[in-house]
């Protein structure tokens, strides 16, 4: 079982969960986040003070699969997330111990959705 962690942009969500859903992956949780990696730094003027610009807005989306998924997830995200510019994110693959589905008490493998 792995762990899929993926921080993309913002506008490459929509592409990106239509490319997941047609590689058969369910179930993930998608947050709003900030950081920064190799995009360049912007500098704004608000209100007439000049503010450095360091951390972007992303989208963090956290998929748990079953070994046999892990390909398919990856190449789905990098297909659809991917604009060959500098700011297009991460993906990271961790390894699970153990997961609980808890409305039914399954464990591991039954517990992750997809399975193979």
Known sequence: MKLIVAIIRPEKLGETLEALYRAEVRGLTVSRVQGHGGELERVETYRGTTVKMELQEKVRLEI?????????????????????????????????????????????????????
């Open 64 to 116: 748990g699969v079953s070994e046999s998924f892990v390909d398919a997830t990856v190449q789905a995200i990098l297909r659809a997330a991917g604009t060959g510019e500098v700011g297009d994110g991460k993906i990271f693959v961790l390894p699970v111990e153990n997961v609980y589905r808890i409305r039914t008490g399954e464990t591991d493998e039954a517990a992750v959705t997809p399975q193979a």
